[in-house]
């Protein structure tokens, strides 16, 4: 199947500090990447629609200047934490789309961001 | 919006038993996809369910999609230790994931 890469996979920053989180399909174009958000033991939450060459959607709820999506390329998509707090400490993972077909996402590894 | 509730939220079996998670919508679903998650993994693709009624089989795995197309099910039948993980339905789209069903398996 289609791959998805994720980098880094993990990150330790302190509060205040900004990181970003890259997303590439690594076989295939992807003309929109989605970015989720899990806590422990609970669901994926879509954060966001990243769209190549146009806004990010957001989700209701979701602050864009906190989380920063930029999707300059058909194969790469970049979440920025900005100012990140111990409360954003979470597993971000994205993923994409390769072509209609079965709608089948395949996601990256994920990140784990730890907020000191 | 529409959402998708799945249950039970956690089920531990002994190994060689069966296993059954339930996905509901109050809202006809167009489609349900259903992803599994190692622990510490991502979610891996199963199977996409879209005719009314629709039965699909993978191996041990038995997915079906309700007649009114507004529920799903996954069933394992005489469960193995490799089938440990969270298990969740997905209305594709923006893929809303249901809460997932975490089964853990007692060797």
Redo the contacts between chains.
């Keep these: 199947?289609a791959v998805v890469s994720q980098h880094p996979s993990w990150v330790i920053c302190k509060s205040g500090t900004s990181v970003k989180i890259e997303c590439r399909s690594l076989d295939f174009q992807a003309t929109t990447m989605?970015w989720y958000r899990q806590f422990p033991?609970?669901?994926?939450?879509?954060m966001a629609?990243s769209n190549e060459g146009s806004k990010a959607t957001y989700e209701q709820g979701v602050e864009k200047d906190k989380f920063l999506i930029n999707h300059a390329s058909l194969t790469l998509s970049t979440l920025t934490v900005t100012s990140a707090h111990p409360e954003d400490s979470s597993f971000y993972?994205c993923?994409a789309r390769a072509g209609e077909g079965?709608?089948?996402?395949?996601?990256?590894?994920?990140s784990r961001l730890t907020v000191l | 919006g529409q959402q998708v509730m799945q249950i039970p939220q956690y089920q531990h079996v002994q190994e060689g038993e069966d296993f059954t998670t339930y996905c509901n919508s109050s809202t006809t679903l167009s489609n349900i996809q259903w992803y599994k998650q190692r622990p510490g993994g991502h979610p891996v693709f199963l199977i996409q369910l879209v005719k009314s009624g629709e039965v699909k089989k993978q191996k041990r795995l038995t997915f079906q999609f309700g007649e009114a197309k507004k529920n799903s099910s996954l069933h394992i039948t005489a469960t193995q230790t490799t089938d440990v993980g969270t298990y969740f339905c997905a209305k594709r789209g923006k893929l809303i994931f249901g809460q997932g069903t975490e089964l853990s398996v007692k060797p």
Aim: glycine share 20%; aromatic share 16%.
């Design positions: 199947g989605f033991k609970q669901s994926l939450m879509l629609t993972i993923s079965t709608g089948e996402l395949f996601f990256g590894e994920g």
